[in-house]
Structures are given as C-alpha cells and as structure tokens.
C-alpha cells in the first residue's frame, strides 16, 4: 500500500513557475514509476508526465514537453513536477499517481495509487 500526498499548488499568472510534490509513503518508493495527471473542470483526467522507479526514464504528453519536468528523489520518497512556462490552459486539478514494477506509462488505468490531487490555477 502506498499512500501519495500532493502539495505546491496554487495561483500563478501566465508565463510564471510552480513546483509541484508528491510524497509518498513506504520502504520502497524505488519499486514504483510514478506519474502525474490533471484534470480540469468537466474534462477527462489527462496524463502530463510520468518518471521511472530509477528516475533514468521519463515520458510527456506533447502539451507539456519542453515547459515541464518530472524528477524523483528515492531518498526522500518525493517526485516532483516543475512547470515554467505556464498557461491558463494549464488549469486543472493536478494528481500524482504510482504503478508498482510499472513502465512510464500514459494510461491512467496502469496506475494503482492515487493521491488527493492539488489545484493548480494559471491567470491570464
């Protein structure tokens, strides 16, 4: 079991930065990829980016390429999200997900643990 807690959300203007962290609970955070996700109001949760256990594998939604980047620390049982360059279509509700033994996957359906999820609001 796992459990995943989201943190550094909030409200950001247009071309600003925010970091988002997840933290995860357990002895053995190295077994897992982990992935973040968004979802805004009335659209489907949609992949963002996704980091393998060793951190040596990472994989984008074209949306995000080039303004985000996932990085993991397996001491600290953290993986981050840094997002430059935001946009108001950015906006959503961002979550951290875990798949044991996983690939980086796109899939939200490969993922086994969810966290509560962080809001994220970009102003224009």
């Known amino acids: 079991q796992v459990q995943l807690v989201e943190s550094g959300g909030g409200l950001v203007q247009a071309r600003g930065s925010l970091r988002l962290s997840c933290a995860a609970s357990?002895?053995?955070?190295?077994?897992?990829?982990m992935g973040w996700f968004r979802q805004a109001p009335g659209k489907e949760r949609e992949f963002v980016a996704a980091?393998?256990?060793?951190?040596?594998?990472?994989n984008y939604a074209d949306s995000v390429k080039g303004r985000f980047t996932i990085s993991r620390d397996n001491a600290k049982n953290t993986v981050y999200l840094q997002m430059n360059s935001l946009k108001p279509e950015d906006t959503a509700v961002y979550y951290c997900?875990?798949?044991?033994?996983?690939?980086?996957?796109?899939?939200?359906?490969?993922?086994?643990?969810w966290g509560q999820g962080t809001q994220v609001t970009v102003s224009t």
């Open positions: 357990g002895r053995t955070f190295s077994w897992y990829a």
């Open positions: 980091i393998s256990g060793s951190g040596g594998a990472t």
């Open positions: 997900a875990a798949r044991i033994f996983g690939s980086t996957s796109a899939a939200k359906n490969d993922y086994n643990y």
